[in-house]
């Protein structure tokens, strides 16, 4: 039996790569702080509600997802938040909280997932390939392409980028391949529930083609492509167009 975990499944980037997990016979476990108790109706999708950088929810999830259907074949980290802030405030500077709690999100909350699934993945038949699973984390562009307010995102999303290659040779040896997804600008949550100000900044970014945003559906896309194509390993791969982010 296929299975898989998506973190951040319920909106965005998570909710897509679920419903095309779904599709392609994966039974899948989605976690996501806003799912509430008892939300499964699909017998193959089980929501579970947890933030990501809890260690002990995050090895409940996991065992849980394992005695169900067994060692998980896929993993993907979509879960993140942005929280734009300027370093330097009239008030003063940046709090360091505020910079700790994106990393504990977006770095810490992926690296947590990827940790205990590879565990699991390793009790997994190998395919004639010697393959027992595919790890795929969402970094983004701006660990690249980082503009002005984007120090901590940009920060969390450049060490999920840099950690892909360690990972990949780390876990090679026990048939674990490990990628990273870097989308650009995307119609998700995240983009828009920003600011109005901020929104139209970012959604006037323009590849050269297509002139539009990215569809959630499209990173989907990308996933499926990696899971299937089994010579894909330890590189990121930026999904945006060919859009280059201004300073600001």
């Known amino acids: 039996m296929r299975s898989a975990i998506v973190t951040g499944a319920a909106s965005g980037l998570g909710a897509a790569t679920t419903a095309r997990l779904r599709a392609e016979g994966f039974m899948v476990t989605g976690v996501d702080r806003a799912f509430a108790a008892g939300g499964d109706s699909d017998p193959g999708l089980h929501q579970a509600a947890a933030d990501v950088a809890d260690e002990a929810g995050a090895a409940r999830i996991v065992d849980a997802h394992v005695a169900r259907w067994g060692p998980p074949r896929v993993l993907v980290n979509c879960a993140g938040i942005a929280a734009p802030g300027a370093t330097l405030r009239p008030e003063g500077p940046m709090p360091l909280d505020e910079f700790r709690h994106v990393l504990e999100v977006n770095v810490a909350g992926s690296f947590n997932y990827l940790r205990l ?121 930026r999904l945006d167009g060919g859009l280059r982010m201004p300073p600001r």
């Open 117 to 237: 699934v590879a565990r699991a993945m390793q009790d997994a038949p190998a395919d004639a390939d010697g393959e027992r699973g595919v790890i795929v984390n969402t970094s983004s562009i701006a660990a690249f392409d980082g503009m002005v307010g984007q120090a901590a995102y940009a920060a969390s999303k450049g060490a999920v980028a840099a950690m892909t290659l360690p990972l990949a040779r780390e876990l090679g040896k026990f048939g674990i391949r490990v990628m990273a997804i870097a989308p650009g600008v995307f119609s998700t949550p995240m983009v828009n529930g920003m600011n109005s100000k901020s929104r139209d900044i970012v959604t006037a970014m323009r590849p050269p083609h297509p002139d539009r945003i990215g569809r959630p559906e499209e990173f989907a896309d990308l996933v499926m492509t990696i899971v299937s194509q089994h010579y894909l390993n330890g590189h990121v791969i």
